[in-house]
């Protein structure tokens, strides 16, 4: 079922890259690997004008992610971009305060 949702690196190709350099550069290996093969469950439906977040994993909305549960904070040139890691896997990339991305 998972291989339904297109692969994030397929539809924001920049936005992919952008995460695994500034992975590497912080020190966070492995996950620069696997963000190359997150999938685009949902885009967020906040609505806010700001925010163009992606979920990577079905998850309940409003529910905490329990155990195992992480934020990785990343330093962009432009805007936050923040990772939501369950147990090394990503599941939510917030995209806050970007210009807006283009889709493949």
């Known amino acids: 079922m998972e291989d339904e949702h297109p692969l ?3 539809v924001y190709p920049e936005l992919v890259e952008e995460l695994a350099r500034l992975l590497e550069a912080d020190g966070e290996r492995y996950l620069s690997i696997v963000v190359r093969d997150v999938r685009l469950v949902a885009p967020c439906e906040c609505r ?5 977040s992606l979920r990577t994993a079905e998850h309940p909305p409003g529910t905490p992610y329990g155990p195992g549960h ?9 805007g936050m971009l923040i990772l939501d890691v369950v147990h090394e896997r990503i599941v939510y990339i917030e995209v806050l305060f970007r210009a807006p991305m283009r889709r493949c």
């Open 8 to 10: 994030v690196r397929e």
């Open 48 to 52: 806010d004008d700001f925010c163009q």
């Open 70 to 78: 992480r934020n990785v904070m990343l330093d962009p040139a432009e």
